[in-house]
């Protein structure tokens, strides 16, 4: 069984507001076994709207559509669905007297247009909505040779959305097909490539595997998207628990964590786990590797960071000595191994861990120039350098995961 997803509205189209809701359902959808195929995104006028909601009727067994069920003259959904469905709109009784009644418990006028939102398409069941003046529909449309397709329209309002959500739940729950359960894992790397980690697994990534894995990247992480269709959910991660095994054997210590894990809920988790404690000292990274050190419970194993912008800031703070700065410069690894060690003494920790100032960026075709990062520790200095090279926007978050990484390995023992 598939979907469709229609987000409606003008302030979606126009790039004025951010469709969250179509993710959200997306995610519903698959917790009970039903794949959305299609996200479509259409304007606040009648006849493209229509256009949209009968393509949809045609080619997917659910559809849930969002916005457009309020009572001005841009509100189209109901109008829109009784023309693509050819079921004319009757009054509902039942849903004016909520709709009435909510006015009244707000000791507020209902104003005439609002009798708009008791109009559904004939032969359509009202979706309750407690706290909002616009019912949903849901409505079964007849395919010739084929099932029907649910039809169910919704508030665009997220709260009153979500708060809907389980009377469609319960109503696909009740169709045929929908027996079955979707399980997801992610499983999240660094330190290379999303290209080069594809060509480390043996045949993964292929359609009509089962389960399937997918791959991204997001903001520097490559991530494995395993996907398992089964009766239940103890079915489905029995299928996808052979192959979390195979991506972590073929790609071992890339692999740092599964699901919402981030690196530096995993360094945190490390340093707790062996009794150590840890303190940085940044320069280009501006702060964001403290700041997401101090984002995890550290249970006393962060101590605190400090950030420094120029030489006279790590000599006055840190004692570093200036002549090596002017020597070297901020950014070289001589001045970041002198960084992470003065920091280790400042802060009296077990690890100090420091990223140099970035380099000048370069243009494209030319070698471009290292970032330095030091870890400072019970077994000396590690040092890294990495080419200063990715999209400028992701340039300080790539920087930060690389200083934790090494942090991660040396915890590892690798």
């Known amino acids: 069984m598939n979907a469709e997803i229609i987000a409606v509205g003008d302030e979606i189209t126009s790039g004025?507001?951010?469709?969250?809701?179509?993710?959200?359902?997306?995610?519903?959808?698959?917790?009970?076994?039903?794949?959305?195929?299609?996200?479509?995104?259409?304007?606040?006028?009648?006849?493209?709207?229509?256009?949209?909601?009968?393509?949809?009727?045609?080619?997917?067994?659910?559809?849930?559509a969002t916005g457009g069920l309020g009572p001005t003259a841009d509100d189209?959904?109901?109008?829109?669905?009784?023309?693509?469905?050819?079921?004319?709109?009757?009054?509902v009784p039942e849903a004016l007297e909520h709709i009435r009644t909510l006015f009244a418990s707000r000791k507020r006028p209902m104003p005439k247009q609002n009798e708009v939102q008791a109009l559904f398409p004939s032969g359509s069941r009202v979706v309750p909505n407690p706290h909002g003046t616009a019912p949903g529909i849901d409505l079964e449309t007849a395919r010739p040779g084929r099932s029907p397709s649910r039809f169910f329209a919704l508030p665009g309002v997220p709260a009153e959305m979500v708060e809907m959500w389980p009377y469609v739940a319960s109503a696909l729950a009740g169709m045929e097909k929908v027996a079955r359960v979707v399980c997801r894992r992610n499983v999240k790397c660094f330190g290379a490539g999303e290209s080069q980690i594809e060509s480390m697994l043996?045949?993964?990534?292929?359609?009509?595997?089962?389960?399937?894995?997918?791959?991204?990247?997001?903001?520097?992480?490559?991530?494995?998207?395993?996907?398992?269709?089964?009766?239940?959910?103890?079915?489905?991660?029995?299928?996808?628990g052979p192959t979390v095994a195979t991506i972590r054997q073929h790609l071992g210590p890339l692999v740092y964590g599964e699901g919402d894990e981030?690196?530096?809920?995993?360094?945190?988790?490390?340093?707790?786990?062996?009794?150590?404690?840890?303190?940085?000292?940044?320069?280009?990274?501006a702060g964001t590797v403290a700041q997401w050190l101090a984002s995890v419970p550290s249970k006393g194993c962060f101590h605190g960071g400090l950030v420094a912008a120029e030489a006279d800031t790590l000599?006055?703070?840190?004692?570093?000595?200036?002549?090596?700065?002017?020597?070297?410069?901020?950014?070289?690894?001589?001045?970041?191994?002198?960084?992470?060690?003065?920091?280790?003494?400042?802060?009296?920790?077990?690890?100090?861990?420091?990223?140099?100032?970035?380099?000048?960026?370069?243009?494209?075709?030319?070698?471009?120039?290292p970032v330095f990062f030091a870890l400072a520790g019970p077994g000396g200095i590690r040092r890294k350098q990495v080419p200063f090279a990715l999209h400028p926007a992701l340039l300080t978050t790539y920087c930060a995961k690389h200083a934790l990484n090494l942090l991660r390995l040396a915890l590892l023992g690798l």
């Not at 189209?76 to 009054?91: D, F, K, N």
């Not at 389960?211 to 089964?230: D, K, M, W």
Request: overall charge negative.
């Open 16 to 64: 004025q507001l951010l469709d969250t809701n179509s993710q959200w359902l997306s995610q519903r959808l698959a917790e009970l076994g039903i794949r959305a195929l299609y996200h479509t995104t259409v304007g606040d006028e009648l006849e493209p709207c229509a256009a949209v909601f009968r393509q949809a009727i045609e080619r997917a067994d659910v559809v849930v």
């Open 76 to 91: 189209l959904t109901r109008e829109a669905l009784a023309q693509a469905a050819s079921h004319p709109l009757v009054l």
């Open 262 to 285: 981030e690196l530096q809920d995993v360094v945190v988790r490390l340093l707790a786990e062996q009794g150590k404690t840890l303190a940085t000292i940044e320069v280009g990274t």
């Open 315 to 369: 000599g006055s703070l840190l004692g570093v000595d200036s002549a090596l700065l002017a020597r070297h410069g901020l950014s070289s690894g001589e001045a970041v191994e002198a960084m992470a060690v003065a920091c280790r003494d400042r802060f009296r920790t077990d690890y100090a861990l420091g990223v140099s100032a970035f380099p000048e960026p370069v243009p494209v075709g030319v070698e471009p120039k």
């Open 202 to 240: 043996p045949d993964l990534i292929r359609r009509g595997r089962t389960p399937t894995v997918g791959i991204n990247a997001s903001q520097a992480t490559i991530i494995l998207r395993i996907a398992a269709e089964g009766a239940s959910e103890a079915e489905c991660q029995a299928l996808i």
